[in-house]
């Protein structure tokens, strides 16, 4: 019986452990995705100050590819969708048809 004590304290003391290590890794998740939507929020800050700067959709900046186009392309290989479906998040499943699509026409000259 003296056994089966031991081993519950044992198992018990393994599952405070890990729920310490639990909540340990909730704040760091927290804390990831506050700083992922201020990202993305400077991320759309930034696109509607171009967007603002170039006045008309048909403006040069937009229409031509450049170092605008270019950021994009960066953007995209370090694995965030430019798409607007989910501009700005993480792509974890390989390529995105929307944002492949979208780099397309940008190339294309298509995107306004």
Known sequence: MKQFTSLL????????HLMEELQFLKMR???????????RNEI???YQ??????????????????QGFE???RLYNEGFHICNLHFGQFRSEGDCLFCMGFLKKCNAGEVP
């Open 9 to 16: 304290i044992d198992f018990e003391d393994k599952i405070k």
């Open 49 to 66: 100050y171009y967007l603002k700067e170039a006045g008309d959709p048909k403006h040069e900046l937009l229409k031509k590819p450049g």
């Open 29 to 39: 998740a927290y804390a990831l995705e506050d700083e992922n939507e201020k990202l």
């Open 44 to 46: 759309m800050d930034v």
């Open 71 to 73: 950021n994009l392309i």
